[in-house]
């Protein structure tokens, strides 16, 4: 497994997850109240929320490869690099805060669209995996043009979100437990730091374009002791964006970024009762799903 291929899954095992916990949820309560009127709208916007950033996956694709070049090339690139960044941060803290109160909220917004109708149902399926989907091609996106690949990229996020397909298939028919507390903090943990080379990359590309000529000297060069080329190397440029060779501005995005976001996503949620108040508390939507 390419090191590339490994981000690529991480990042779609990641958002794939959120999404089938979404659809399990709503799922789970159309179950309950017996309404199976419900389900082809609700899986007819969980097809359209796919099909859309599918689309939009494919627009960034063709823009970056046969409508700009140069300058302009790199500034679509740091842009979309900076949006998957914003993207992913607001994620990874909305599901922390709002774990523990998800499924009464789309329990609630679910018995609405009932009574609304079947387009209701299928706006609200839609919209709740749009939100990952985007995100994840912008991610996914950003993590190819940062490795200067395109098949390895796609595969590992098909595959990882073929892996939450399934985990969440295993939630949904109950045979299989998923600590989903324990795994959504980690994966958030492995997310922050792509999201830092992710970020790094962006300045790298500002940089490039001569947006910020600032920071450009080498904050390192370790090229001579580390060959850019070897295993271990490659490893850590697809994955983190880790690279033998920095300039000051690069360096410091990337390590601001990932003390800053881990600081906050450990620190303690404080509106939260004391039991909970720790960033395991997606635990409960584990409990949640079943």
Request: glycine share 8%; net charge positive.
């Amino acid at each position: 497994m390419s090191s590339v291929f490994f981000a690529s899954y991480l990042i779609g095992l990641r958002d794939g997850l959120e999404a089938a916990l979404v659809v399990t949820i709503l799922l789970t309560v159309l179950a309950r109240s017996q309404r199976r009127d419900g389900l082809a709208p609700l899986w007819a916007g969980v097809a359209a929320a796919v099909i859309v950033a599918a689309a939009l996956g494919a627009v960034l694709t063709y823009v970056a490869t046969s409508l700009l070049s140069g300058v302009r090339l790199e500034l679509f690139e740091a842009v979309t690099s900076l949006l998957a960044v914003a993207m992913v941060t607001w994620m990874i803290f909305w599901m922390r805060r709002s774990a523990r109160t998800l499924k009464a909220e789309l329990t609630g917004k679910l018995t609405n669209a009932l009574g609304m109708g079947p387009v209701a149902i299928g706006a609200l399926a839609f919209v709740a995996v749009i939100r990952e989907g985007v995100e994840m091609v912008l991610l996914v996106f950003s993590a190819a043009q940062a490795a200067a690949e395109t098949i390895a990229p796609l595969a590992g996020m098909l595959t990882g979100v073929g892996t939450a397909v399934l985990l969440g298939w295993l939630m949904y028919a109950a045979v299989a437990r998923v600590n989903l507390g324990r795994l959504f903090t980690w994966t958030a943990v492995l997310l922050i730091l792509v999201a830092a080379g992710i970020a790094k990359y962006a300045a790298h590309g500002f940089q490039i374009a001569g947006a910020l000529p600032f920071g450009t000297n080498d904050a390192y060069d370790l090229s001579s002791v580390i060959e850019p080329t070897s295993w271990y190397a490659m490893v850590l440029t697809a994955t983190v964006n880790l690279t033998p060779r920095a300039t000051v501005l690069e360096i410091s995005v990337w390590i601001a970024y990932a003390i800053g976001v881990l600081a906050l996503f450990f620190r303690p949620d404080r509106s939260m009762p004391p039991a909970t108040a720790s960033v395991g508390a997606p635990a409960q939507a584990d409990r949640s799903a079943a």
